[in-house]
Structures are given as C-alpha cells and as structure tokens.
C-alpha cells in the first residue's frame, strides 16, 4: 500500500506545476484526500483537502484562486494544480489518503521549489 508523488521541479515565479499523486494497494475513492507542504524550518500545513466523490473542497488562504485540487478516481490519482506560483510556495509537497475508521496514508514527497 502506497502513495506515489510526482509533478514537482523548479518554476520561475508566476509559472505552474501539476502534481500527482496515486494509489497502490487500496482504492481512493473510500477516501478524503488532501495535500499538505512543509518548506525548511516549518510545521507541515493543509495546502488543500477534497471529499471522497470531489464534490467539495477547501483551501488555505494562501492558495485559494491559484491552485485547484482534483480527483480522478477511475485512476485512483489525485492531482494538484498550481498556477501563479510565488517563491514562498516552496516546499515539499505531500499527499494523504484519510477517512472516519479508515488508514491513514502518506506519500513520499515532491519538492516544488519556486525561484528566478
């Protein structure tokens, strides 16, 4: 069972990246799924979380209007959208699979890293 990373690189300011993040060994569609970052030196933060079916989703202030968090679970992958991104969204980028009674899972990471 796992959550596998990919997507990230360097960016110049104002550029985009995408990010996924897919399952092995279970089904995401029985869960919420959500990505967190933590940059050096900072406690891992909630970047942005989406329901089991995508029907809702949230965001942290600091990325609503620039990044958009979908799911595609017929492909059991959940992807990340960033656009307009700043230096200060440099970090590592993880995913998690969670849910009420259920495991929760963590990928392995993706380094995003914002910079002319």
């Known amino acids: 069972v796992q959550l596998v990373t990919s997507g990230g690189g360097l960016v110049h300011p104002g550029g985009s990246l995408k990010l996924s993040c897919t399952a092995y060994?279970?089904?995401?569609?029985?869960?919420?799924m959500s990505w967190y970052r933590q940059a050096p030196g900072e406690e891992r933060e909630l970047v942005a979380g989406?329901?089991?079916?995508?029907?809702?989703?949230d965001y942290a202030d600091q990325v609503k209007g620039r990044f958009t968090i979908s799911r595609d679970n017929a492909k059991n992958t959940l992807y990340l959208q960033m656009n307009s991104l700043k230096a200060e969204d440099t970090a590592l980028y993880f995913c998690?699979?969670?849910?009420?009674?259920?495991?929760?899972?963590w990928g392995q990471g993706t380094q995003v890293t914002v910079s002319s």
């Open positions: 998690k699979a969670h849910g009420a009674g259920r495991p929760t899972y």
């Open positions: 060994g279970f089904t995401i569609s029985r869960y919420a």
């Open positions: 989406i329901s089991s079916a995508g029907g809702s989703t």
